[in-house]
């Protein structure tokens, strides 16, 4: 089992720069695909970005594709989500979300797209984008 805490969120202007940090718990981190979700207000939970469990292979939305990056470090059992030239549009809760990768589909495990392949959740943390 893994424990997933998110960290980073907060109020930002349109145009602005966020990072948003996951640290997960357990040594088995490399064996998680990690992705990043959201959640507006009356809106279903949709997907954001992934990557696999090496870090060679990252996974775009197209309403962030060019603005965000997805990485991780495994050494520090963390996954980030670099958010440049946010919008008003971006404002959500944002949920960090691992996929176990192991044996013959750990090459292509994919965290995403939909959310019914995360096998575990984060709490979740504020975006806040103003206009």
């Known amino acids: 089992q893994v424990q997933l805490v998110e960290s980073g969120g907060g109020l930002v202007q349109a145009g602005g720069s966020l990072r948003l940090s996951c640290a997960a718990s357990g040594r088995t981190f490399s064996s998680y695909a990690m992705g990043w979700f959201r959640q507006a207000p009356g809106k279903e939970r949709e997907f954001v970005a992934a990557?696999?469990?090496?870090?060679?292979?990252?996974y775009y939305a197209d309403s962030v594709k060019g603005r965000f990056t997805i990485s991780r470090d495994n050494a520090k059992n963390t996954v980030y989500l670099q958010m440049n030239s946010l919008k008003p549009e971006d404002t959500a809760v944002y949920y960090c979300?691992?996929?176990?990768?192991?044996?013959?589909?750990?090459?292509?495990?994919?965290?995403?797209?939909?959310?019914?392949?995360?096998?575990?959740w984060g709490q979740g943390t504020q975006v806040t984008v103003s206009s």
């Open positions: 990557i696999n469990w090496s870090g060679d292979s990252t």
């Open positions: 979300a691992a996929r176990r990768a192991m044996g013959l589909n750990r090459g292509t495990a994919v965290a995403g797209p939909s959310p019914g392949v995360i096998d575990y």
